[in-house]
């Protein structure tokens, strides 16, 4: 309703600006003469009306509440207050969770974290038994290798005492918390289950092992969880020169001449003749250089179970050399 007034409005506002102007054209439209008084009478009582009729049927408008506006907006402020606090707290965690690197997550029976077995014996440098629920079960470590000391294969490899030796320190007699890999499978092809070990304070022992220099990082086949963080301790160390890394950690022997110190006696018989210049006396012969690099990068020094049958190799003057190129020790 208040739009047809409205609309009333206008037509009594044109017709009181025509009718004002010319009075004729009003005159025309009633068919009767009217005066430039009649018009405003007319055509301004119309638009009084009019007007007074918008105001009557206009609709109301209602009241804004402006209490519960506020209410919101405070509610709105805390609320998002309270997610960027949240939101602080989330990446405080998630940053703690990323340098906590080395935190066991899984045991060996994929129980709880917190379960931990007993160290029955320590093989080597990464290879070790537990007591799991009453069965010994034979552990090898995930991407740790450290230096042999035990296979009958081979001859006790350099700095491989001493690993073993820091392993029996570390967890001989003690309780440790396993960690499985899904990359790398239950167990290897000997059947010893492969496993992270934590001691209870959180301490991953093969991380450890490998920024100390008693171990080398060691990828079988598929990359694992921890590898990078490994392979970023192995390169520490070697610039540390921690371990098996240090200057003259690994020396490898060379025969010494054979010499005598009783002079020979001098020879009494005339006949006796001088060598030949043409027949020297023949070379003492070489095994080969003392360290040869495989094409699968394993460093095998001379007199190893494997120098012999390793024909294609980069041949180095020392372990050192060797694994410094980027080599590893051999399994």
Not at 313 to 328: E, I, N, Q
Request: net charge positive.
């Amino acid at each position: 309703m208040a739009t047809f007034f409205a609309f009333v409005l206008l037509l009594s506002l044109v017709g009181l600006c025509v009718g004002l102007a010319s009075p004729a054209i009003i005159s025309g439209l009633l068919h009767r003469k009217v005066s430039r008084r009649q018009v405003a009478l007319i055509f301004g009582s119309l638009a009084i009306l009019s007007f007074v009729m918008i105001g009557i049927f206009a609709p109301s408008v209602p009241k804004q509440n402006t209490a519960p506006v506020a209410t919101q907006v405070a509610t709105s402020t805390q609320t998002i207050e309270k997610t960027a606090t949240s939101t602080d707290t989330v990446q405080a965690v998630n940053i703690q969770q990323a340098e906590a690197t080395t935190t066991a997550d899984t045991s060996a029976t994929s129980s709880t974290p917190a379960t931990s077995f007993l160290v029955t014996h320590v093989v080597d440098g990464d290879t070790f038994d537990v007591d799991l629920n009453g069965k010994t079960e034979r552990i090898r470590m995930i991407g740790v290798d450290t230096p042999e000391t035990v296979d009958p294969r081979k001859p006790v490899q350099c700095f491989g005492k001493e690993a073993s030796d820091k392993m029996k320190e570390l967890i001989a007699g003690k309780r440790v918390v396993l960690e499985a890999d899904p990359t790398q499978g239950e167990r290897d092809k000997y059947g010893r289950l492969l496993r992270y070990p934590f001691l209870p304070d959180g301490t991953n022992v093969g991380l450890y092992l490998i920024q100390e220099g008693y171990a080398h990082e060691y990828t079988y086949n598929l990359p694992y969880k921890y590898q990078q963080i490994f392979k970023d301790a192995e390169n520490a160390a070697r610039i540390a020169k921690k371990g098996l890394w240090a200057d003259n950690a690994c020396p490898i022997a060379t025969p010494a001449p054979t010499t005598s110190n009783t002079p020979s006696a001098p020879s009494t018989s005339p006949t006796t003749a001088a060598p030949s210049p043409s027949s020297p006396t023949p070379a003492i012969p070489t095994d080969g250089p003392a360290v040869k690099k495989s094409n699968s990068g394993i460093c095998h020094q001379r007199g190893t179970t494997y120098y012999n049958q390793t024909k294609n190799y980069t041949a180095y003057d020392s372990l050192k050399a060797c694994l410094d190129s980027g080599g590893r020790m051999p399994k």
